[in-house]
């Protein structure tokens, strides 16, 4: 399972990215799920899990246990993106 807390949320044309940091490690991930209205009642502090199948999200007031939610891709781990961007950036 990857996933924890969430820090940030952006909004991506009709995808909805996740920022977590995780409770153990301290890694951060992103991930991706379609913008449903579900998905849009997501906040910081709740808590996001993926399987790399399904994304699971628990608010942080704990009124329910997972719902279950469509994963986009694979989670990604953040420093990658960043670096991948950064590469990107320098062969422009």
């Known amino acids: 399972m990857i996933g924890g807390t969430v820090t940030n949320l952006s909004i991506i044309q009709k995808t909805l990215e996740i920022t977590v940091i995780g409770d153990v490690y301290k890694d951060t991930h992103i991930l991706k799920t379609p913008l449903t209205s579900a998905a849009k009642c997501i906040e910081e ?48």
């Open 45 to 92: 502090d709740d808590a996001v899990f993926s399987d790399e199948i399904s994304l699971f999200w628990t608010p942080k007031l704990r009124c329910w246990h997972d719902l279950k939610l469509e994963l986009i891709g694979k989670p990604v781990l953040k420093e990658k993106k960043e670096e991948a961007q950064k590469a990107y950036s320098e062969k422009e």
